[in-house]
């Protein structure tokens, strides 16, 4: 078909449109760099100049768009003008200024796909089923196809039951197990439900995807058909919020529903990341005292706070929280002007004139840790009347020292107990100097 020249004013809006870019280069590599190129008829049909119809595209572009089929998977019209809409958008709302080598892009842009969705009738706090309310497990792919990193903040799904169209928010799955039964053969499978885990540490960025299970609770409403071994769900719509405020759909406008069982509680989870580590490397027990030096250390990736370390003890078979002291006072003592201090093994003068003993936390008060950052030193509690809770005994006689454990208590007030205990002999003993 001989080519029929396209009426000049077409022309130029398709170019001024346009910007000389083609929407191809953008929709596909979001590339906005100034194309030599021709102006396309996206039906092939080059006597038709509508504007629908017509389209700028680079050289190799157009080359590959008429050399498509229409029986082969190459590039399609409607396809074409889905990207073309997109650059004219982008050009529209000033996001590409001439000359720019790259579009400048301020939003996430995500897309996600259903893997799986599954029913399970909702249960109250006893355990009984609560006819007309519903949980929806929605196992849920995400990926961010923009270089802004986001979080998602919120889960919308919006699904159409006996005619009513219902919205629901959903919220990152808690972890455990999901019974179901899969067809053809109605074999029982198991599957493990884990939280779609998305916060500003762990973000989701540029072309990563991200999985995990998503609860919708959906109250006051008859699912179709629950004894079924699986349904389809019709004109189900999904939509993640991200950080930003931008609402993202997510595809599907049916999904087949299997009924499950899910047991989220009792399941052993992944230990937690150990933020702090310990060791108890010196113990010292006295009438009054439980002084002890400690190794700490913080084992995440980030600076952390210590707030504070606890001890507690078995008297009389009954665990007892110390109460801790921040300075080394003696307290049995006829004088106040004693404190405890530390002696060298066979250093004489060392006996005489024992080192003060360096605390932990100065004052008590709270400190911050460096990633893989020690400290050592030493904490001092007091064992006394008000420490026993149970039944009055006579304390040093019913403390067990065997069963004192420390814990080393984060800024959220997470305790992490000190379970290491350094197995050489200490360099010295615990003796008395003269407070200054
Ligand atoms: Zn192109």
Redesign the pocket.
Known sequence: MARVPVPEDNQAQVLILSRRR?????G?HR?VEI?R?QIAHLDRDNTNYDMDNLTF??????DEYDGTTSQSKGLRGSEVKQYRQLLYDTITAGVLLAGDKRATVATPSISGDILSVFWERARDAKGNPEPRNSNLFVRLKLVNHEDVPCTVDKYWLTLEIGGHERRCLGYPSKAGKLQYHRPPDNAEVETDVYPLTINYQTPLKLALSREGWVTFHIVECDMPNPSAPFWLMQNIKMAVVDSLGTEHIIGHSSVTVFPATVQLAGIPREPEPLIFDGELQVLHIDTHSVLARLYIVNSSDNQRYVRTVTASVEMGGVRSKLKPVDDFRWEGSRTRNMEHGWSRKGDLRSVNYPEPLRPLFPDLSPVALNPGEPRIGWVHFKVSEESHSGPSINLLEALDPDTLLFSIVDSTGKEYPITKTTETKPDGFISLRHAS
Do not use: E, Q, S
């Not at 083609?22 to 953008?26: M, N, Q, S």
């Not at 595209?57 to 157009?62: A, D, P, R």
């Open positions: 083609c929407c191809i280069c953008y596909l590339d194309k190129g595209l680079c050289l190799v572009h157009h």
